[in-house]
């Protein structure tokens, strides 16, 4: 039997018929996870909005500070993305509120089983079936697996607390609270904790049944208050600048890498097991005929210098050594030493050729980085020449 060979007149129909089938899976995802009858417009745009709100929620709190204490996500399950659109018509505002306090965070997230947590005026609420808030602690409760394999990356299928109802059952317990239990339940400046070498000490352990004393103590603190850490939008000088030629610390680019990415069953490794379908695979494209490529131009380049390393978490490092199998070039310093050389400084270097033993090491490295960036991370890399050695840089 001869399978009649796909034209180009078929594909559309394919195209088609894949539509058809990816709206009809979305609707059933909908109705089944989220409870909806009718998968509506308005509904779609209701998750769509709410979504967007969210990733600008985060946002938000990374490069500005909280900018609504009480706002949250308020569905176990995300929309599609392929659903995300008209972006810009959403309105997006946030309320700043106010923070819990302790007692009312922990009652707001821990199970009942761990009711000894808190103090013993606030336990009947997550236990006594006469609490006004008790069905946010159920005894059992259901779990979606969600497409996962692991229990504990499961969806935990329990309501959503209500702030107002919170706050109100924990009113009339209040006054319960031993002093000692008011105190703790209070919010504090932050405490900065730095090495001071000229700063020496003995503090004594609050708990010297258990912890000794520490004898020689060389740290020093200082209070941070809590709006410290708020930056106001309109004078974020990073939103007024063309941001696309640079580099921002802790934040991974390929703004200046050549690359290709493409669709690929490759086996990558998702939660230790090899995935059965397509991956997205990000190639970084080398011209291994470049003189840049070269050994001794890449450690005149770099030794010695600040790189960021372990993409795409971007950690600090300093380069101490580069080879290509065949020849090394290291730093010459005394051990410890940690200087990083800027500028036109040129760091003592000193070469050597690999011995057989260490360029075996070398190419067993080489197979290992490039094995697990491509079957971890995704990221194929056809040449990989030079090797870098760093170490990781200390601030004091």
Not at 89 to 106: D, T, W, Y
Not at 128 to 154: C, H, V
Not at 312 to 338: I, N
Request: aromatic share 14%; glycine share 4%; charged share 25%.
């Amino acid at each position: 039997e001869v399978t009649p060979k796909t034209t180009l007149e078929d594909e559309p129909e394919d195209d088609d018929l894949f539509e058809t089938e990816f709206r009809q899976y979305k609707r059933t995802y909908y109705m089944t996870k989220m409870g909806v009858e009718v998968v509506s417009d308005a509904f779609l745009a209701d998750q769509a909005e709410c979504y967007v709100q969210a990733i600008q929620w985060i946002l938000h709190y990374y490069y500005h500070g909280v900018q609504s204490w009480s706002w949250y996500y308020p569905y176990h399950y995300a929309p599609y993305l392929s659903d995300i659109h008209n972006i810009s018509e959403f309105k997006i505002k946030f309320e700043l509120g106010k923070p819990f306090m302790p007692f009312e965070q922990l009652l707001a997230v821990l199970p009942a089983a761990s009711k000894d947590l808190l103090p013993k005026c606030y336990q009947h609420l997550m236990t006594s079936q006469d609490s006004p808030i008790i069905e946010y602690y159920p005894p059992d409760f259901k779990t979606d697996l969600n497409g996962k394999q692991q229990e504990w990356e499961a969806v935990v299928l329990i309501p959503f607390i209500d702030e107002k109802r919170l706050l109100q059952a924990m009113e009339s317990c209040n006054k319960g609270l031993k002093e000692e239990e008011k105190r703790r339940n209070t919010h504090s400046a932050c405490l900065m904790y730095w090495y001071d070498k000229d700063a020496e000490f003995q503090y004594l352990s609050p708990w010297p049944e258990k912890f000794p004393a520490i004898e020689r103590c060389h740290t020093r603190y200082k209070t941070i208050p809590l709006d410290a850490w708020h930056v106001e939008i309109t004078h974020n000088k990073i939103t007024k600048i063309n941001k696309s030629a640079l580099y921002f610390c802790g934040f991974p680019t390929l703004k200046h890498i050549k690359h290709k990415f493409y669709l690929k069953k490759s086996g990558v490794q998702v939660f230790q097991q090899s995935s059965h379908g397509e991956n997205m695979i990000l190639e970084i494209i080398v011209d291994e005929n470049s003189k840049d490529q070269m050994v001794e131009n890449v450690a005149s380049l770099i030794l010695g210098k600040r790189v960021f390393v372990n993409w795409p978490h971007l950690e600090e490092a300093r380069v101490v050594a580069v080879s290509d199998g065949e020849t090394k070039f290291y730093l010459e310093e005394p051990h410890g030493t940690q200087k990083l050389y800027m500028g036109n400084a040129v760091p003592p270097t000193k070469v050597a050729y690999v011995g057989d033993k260490e360029q075996s090491m070398w190419i067993k490295e080489v197979q290992g980085i490039s094995d697990f960036a491509f079957y971890v991370l995704a990221v194929f890399c056809s040449c990989i020449t030079d090797l870098s050695s760093t170490e990781e840089l200390l601030h004091t």
